[in-house]
């Protein structure tokens, strides 16, 4: 119900932009997002979110550079929805192929939170795709967020264009005295690097599909 609950809220973030959006394709961008965590303490836990808005143009995102201000990774990722690999110790691929994904994982808490965020931005008109980011408690029973609608603290609409510091919706949460994510861009890369960068992107959406491919074999064998 919890993960039912949050796809719905990240597929209407994008009901907003859709209305204005016009169909476009673009490359997408690379930013850094970071929080100031220090109000918490324990075990918390991170929940990313990927919808597929517009149903044709797939997007990939990559989340790298992870790091805790001393706090640390615990226990086993977990999944729901295709799409979806790697851990907060790696780097976690997510792609649209399916409607939704979501990607959990607990963290002992620091004083920060922080990564490098890497997306395409593909559109094909109509409602847009959408990533967002989730701060919750051990048991993902409340996620910190003064957005009571969505629960999350980031969200990013892929409705077309260069992605900025500007194109995410960012919020606060006020009881648990936490600010709102910042979101900073990062030295735009040579030409080649970009195109490895994008190369890299496709090759992690092409093996997220094969491990799902793969995945839904077994469970043939095995039945």
């Known amino acids: 119900m919890r993960v039912n609950r949050m796809l719905q809220f990240i597929a209407l973030a994008g009901l907003a932009v859709a209305l204005t959006a016009v169909a476009a394709r673009a490359d997408g961008g690379t ?14 836990t991170l929940v990313f979110g990927i919808t597929d808005g517009d149903g044709v143009a797939d997007n990939n995102v990559a989340l790298s550079d992870l790091n ?14 295709s799409g979806v690999s790697g851990d907060l110790s790696s780097v976690i691929a997510m792609d649209d192929s399916g409607f939704s994904a979501l990607f959990e994982q ?4 620091g004083s920060s939170l922080s990564f490098v965020l890497a997306t395409t931005d593909n559109f094909a008109g109509g409602t847009p795709d959408a990533f967002a980011m989730y701060l919750c408690d051990a048991t ?8 009571t609608v969505s629960g999350a603290m980031l969200i990013l609409n892929l409705a077309g264009g260069t992605v900025s510091p500007s194109s995410f919706i960012l919020n606060g949460a006020s009881d648990q005295g936490l600010p709102a994510p910042v ?4 030295t735009a ?11 890299g992107l496709a ?3 092409l093996m997220n599909r094969t491990r799902s491919s793969g995945s839904a074999g077994k469970r043939q064998l095995h039945a």
């Open 68 to 81: 805790f201000g001393g706090g640390s990774a615990e226990g086993s990722a977990s999944y729901s929805g």
């Open 106 to 109: 607990q963290i002992n808490v």
């Open 140 to 147: 993902v029973s409340t996620c910190y967020s003064d957005d």
């Open 203 to 205: 090759l992690l959406g």
């Open 189 to 199: 890369p040579e030409p080649t690097s970009f195109l490895l960068l994008a190369l």
């Open 31 to 44: 930013v850094n997002v970071s929080l100031n965590t220090s109000s918490l303490s324990g075990t918390q």
């Open 183 to 186: 979101v900073t861009g990062v």
